[in-house]
C-alpha cells in the first residue's frame, strides 16, 4: 500500500507541474470543464455523458504523455534530430487527433439539446 500511495503521490505531481508549465493543457483543461458544465446544464444522457467524460479523458491523457515526451527528448539532445522532432511531431498528431475526434462528439452530444433549447 506504501509503493502504491507513493506512486499516486509522483503521479499528481506530474499532474500538477504539466498543468503548471502546459498552456495547451491548460486550455484543454478549460474545454472539459465548459463540457462537464454543459452537460450537467442540459441534461446529457448518461451514455453520452460517458462518451464526453472518455474522449475527454483521452485527450488529457495524450497531452500529458507528450509533455512527458518533449521533456525526455529534450533532455537527451538539445541539438537538431529529425527522429527526435519526428516522435514529437507524431505524439502532437495523437493529440491533435484525439482533439478533433472530442470536437465532433461534442457537437453530436450537445448540438441537438443546444438547438431545442433555442427553439424554445
Same mark, same amino acid.
Given at each position: 500500500? @506504501? @509503493?502504491? /500511495?507513493?506512486? &499516486? ?9 504539466? =498543468? ?5 493543457? @491548460? ?6 470543464? %465548459? ?5 450537467? %446544464? ?7 455523458? /460517458?462518451?464526453? $467524460?472518455?474522449?475527454? *479523458?483521452?485527450? /488529457? *491523457? &495524450?497531452?500529458? *504523455?507528450?509533455?512527458? %515526451?518533449?521533456?525526455?527528448? #529534450? ?5 537538431? #534530430? ?5 516522435? @514529437? #511531431?507524431?505524439?502532437?498528431?495523437? =493529440?491533435? &487527433? ?12 450537445? /448540438?441537438?439539446? $443546444? ?6
Amino acid at each position: 500500500m @506504501k @509503493k502504491f /500511495l507513493a506512486s &499516486l503521490g509522483h503521479a499528481i505531481h506530474g499532474i500538477r507541474h504539466a =498543468v503548471a508549465a502546459e498552456r495547451n493543457l @491548460k486550455i484543454q483543461l478549460a474545454a472539459f470543464a %465548459l463540457a462537464l458544465a454543459a452537460a450537467l %446544464l442540459l441534461r446529457i444522457p448518461r451514455l453520452e455523458l /460517458l462518451a464526453v $467524460l472518455g474522449v475527454s *479523458a483521452l485527450v /488529457l *491523457a &495524450l497531452e500529458l *504523455a507528450n509533455t512527458a %515526451l518533449e521533456r525526455l527528448a #529534450d533532455r537527451v539532445s538539445n541539438e537538431p #534530430d529529425s527522429r527526435i522532432g519526428s516522435a @514529437k #511531431d507524431v505524439m502532437a498528431g495523437a =493529440v491533435l &487527433l484525439a482533439a478533433v475526434f472530442a470536437a465532433v462528439i461534442g457537437l453530436l452530444v450537445f /448540438l441537438p439539446p $443546444l438547438l431545442r433549447l433555442l427553439r424554445g
